[in-house]
């Protein structure tokens, strides 16, 4: 039987009637709909403008899937077989993906360490990206994960040394600001419009954000059969298109992003600090002159099963980002990587994340259902918290 909880991790149908944001919604679909304009229409050409200009960047190609926008950027960087990209050893799969689809190899590089915490233990660690490279290293592709930013002037400053193109992975990042800049206002951006995504369709949908006209234009054959003119075709495209139906739900919450941005940015401030003083839970840190987005809020707990479990016991769902290192997947653990890949950074976390519940949907009442839940769950800290009056009223 399916467990009901009184905090879902996410409802899209909650995120829709909670901010009000539905009836623009029906209102878009009806109206693409009685257009008889489906593909490459003047919905998705809206769309692509007005990301572009959110983003503060000059051309945006939008394509069928975050996963498409990854692949195709390095694709259409002419990054194939036998060439490497260097990619974090912790994220989702599909950045992995992106460059095995090329024929290229992954070459994983780790985080901080976990044990240190603050905002590099989830995020690529730069000062580790000397080390991966090698003669056939074409491309560098760090993540902005779980919203928020990497440390991109070292990263920039290392591409910039070796000559080597920086396509970010930024299918969580859509609204963050690293030093006063909307992530996406550079080269090479790859966004995701998943559902579940700060910004999020009602289906599949990605785009690439560039600020080079030649990579844009190369997208646009690329994500068209390799066409620019019916029936003939320049390139080996694919068929990777964002549809008009998805165009015009995401031009209806593009507006709306920054202020559920900010809600997000208000939860999870109240979580770090009603939660600080839990032992044994490690929350996620901001570095400084970043604005992460919060697409996840992920704690670490070396009982991360136990505190599941009694999270789940208490009506909060909790979801695991992500539960398997992927260089143990099936997908990647039979070979494949150069070298055979040694990521003990990858696997402690792969153990230890739990992601709390965070969206502009949640109530206050929710969201101190989910503190509640987790000062319950942690043993010890309830008798922390009651003791703290008496010992500062001791304090010297």
């Not at 039987?1 to 899209?12: C, E, G, I, N, S």
């Not at 993540?143 to 070292?154: A, I, K, S, W």
């Not at 139906?245 to 920054?258: H, M, N």
């Not at 040694?342 to 969206?359: F, K, R, Y």
Request: contains cysteine.
């Amino acid at each position: 039987m399916t467990q009901t909880y009184r905090v879902p991790f996410y409802d899209l149908r909650d995120v829709h009637t909670v901010t009000g944001v539905q009836p623009d919604i029906d209102a878009a679909l009806l109206r693409v709909a009685a257009s008889g304009r489906f593909i490459l229409g003047p919905e998705v050409a809206i769309f692509e403008e007005r990301f572009a200009e959110y983003c503060g960047n000059t051309h945006c190609v939008a394509v069928g899937s975050g996963l498409d926008a990854l692949h195709l950027t390095l694709r259409a960087l002419e990054v194939g077989e036998g060439d490497e990209v260097i990619v974090p050893s912790h994220t989702y799969i599909a950045t992995w993906l992106a460059v095995s689809a090329c024929g290229a190899t992954p070459v994983p590089v780790e985080p901080g360490d976990p044990g240190r915490g603050g905002p590099e233990a989830f995020l690529l660690d730069p000062d580790r990206l000397e080390a991966a490279l090698t003669p056939r290293t074409k491309a560098v592709m760090p993540v902005h994960l779980y919203g928020h930013p990497v440390d991109l002037d070292t990263v920039e400053a290392f591409a910039d040394r070796h000559g080597l193109p920086v396509v970010e992975d930024a299918a969580q990042a859509h609204g963050a600001r690293y030093r006063g800049r909307r992530i996406g206002s550079g080269f090479a951006a790859a966004f995701s419009f998943y559902p579940g995504k700060n910004l999020g369709a009602f289906g599949d949908g990605g785009a690439v954000v560039t600020s080079d006209a030649e990579l844009a234009d190369r997208l646009r054959l690329l994500r068209n059969y390799g066409s620019q003119e019916k029936y003939r075709h320049l390139l080996r495209g694919v068929n990777s298109r964002l549809d008009e139906l998805q165009a015009a739900v995401l031009s209806v919450k593009l507006p709306l992003l920054d202020s559920w941005n900010n809600r997000r940015r208000q939860i999870a401030g109240r979580y770090t600090e009603s939660l600080s003083s839990l032992p044994g839970i490690d929350l996620p840190a901001v570095a400084d002159g970043v604005e992460p987005v919060w697409h996840q809020y992920v704690v670490r707990s070396p009982h991360r099963e136990h505190l599941r479990k009694q999270l789940a016991e208490a009506g909060v769902e909790t979801l695991l980002h992500y539960p398997v290192a992927i260089h143990e997947s099936g997908a990647y653990a039979a070979g494949g990587l150069l070298p055979p890949a040694v990521l003990p950074h990858a696997e402690q976390l792969a153990n230890e994340v739990l992601s709390l519940p965070i969206g502009p949907h949640l109530s206050e009442e929710e969201v101190g259902v989910v503190i509640s839940a987790m000062r319950s769950a942690v043993p010890g800290s309830l008798e922390k918290d009651s003791l703290a009056p008496l010992l500062s009223g001791l304090a010297l």
